[in-house]
Structures are given as C-alpha cells and as structure tokens.
C-alpha cells in the first residue's frame, strides 16, 4: 500500500503563487508516476500534471507555464509550484501516485486552494 501525504495548500490572493508538496511512503515498487489532479465543485477530478520516474511531464488542461511540478526521488516526494493564481484555480487539489499502466491509483486526502481578495 502507498500512502500519499500533501501540504501547502491554503488562502492565496489573485496572482499570488502557492506550492503542494505531496510525500510519498510504503511499497513504492510499482509505482511509475506521481502528481496532482484537482476537483472543482461538482466536477469530476480532472488532471493538472504528472511526472514519471524517467522524468517525463503530463500536463492537464492548464496553461504550462503557471504550474511546475518537480520530483525528489530520494523523498518520494513531488512538489506542485503554481503561480499567477486565479480564482479559477480554487478547487481541492489531490496528490496521486499510479502504476505504469495506470491499474493502480493511489490518491492523498486532498488539500484546498482557494485564490481569493
């Protein structure tokens, strides 16, 4: 069993930046690839951006140059640095971790972003 642990989330004004860090612990073998998805209310999860073990990136529909992820092999541990924050933005943010074929998915227990004056 993995289990995924995130921080950082919180209130942040438009245009402001915040950064997740999401850790990683137990059997990690299988495991290919790390980030974050989010969820709007009402909406299902929807993907931000991932990042495999060889390094390569996915992003979701958001604009590449707002949302870095960046890895820490040795930690287990991903980090999401988002900038220039919009209240469009605002949703729960979850950490997950999957398999290469993507049979397996492990979730973190989500961690609010709200981008607000």
């Known amino acids: 069993q993995v289990h995924l642990v995130e921080s950082g989330g919180g209130l942040v004004q438009p245009g402001g930046s915040l950064t997740l860090s999401c850790t990683a612990s137990?059997?990690?073998?299988?495991?290919?690839?790390m980030g974050w998805y989010r969820q709007f209310p009402g909406k299902t999860r929807e993907l931000v951006v991932q990042?495999?073990?060889?390094?390569?990136?996915t992003y979701g529909n958001v604009l590449k140059g707002r949302f870095t992820i960046s890895k820490t092999n040795a930690k287990n541990t991903v980090n999401l640095q988002m900038t220039s924050l919009e209240p469009e933005d605002a949703a729960i943010y979850y950490c997950h971790a999957r398999d290469e074929i993507g049979k397996v998915w492990h979730w973190g227990q989500g961690t609010q972003v709200t981008v607000s004056s």
């Open positions: 990042i495999s073990l060889t390094g390569d990136i």
């Open positions: 137990g059997d990690m073998t299988n495991i290919y690839a």
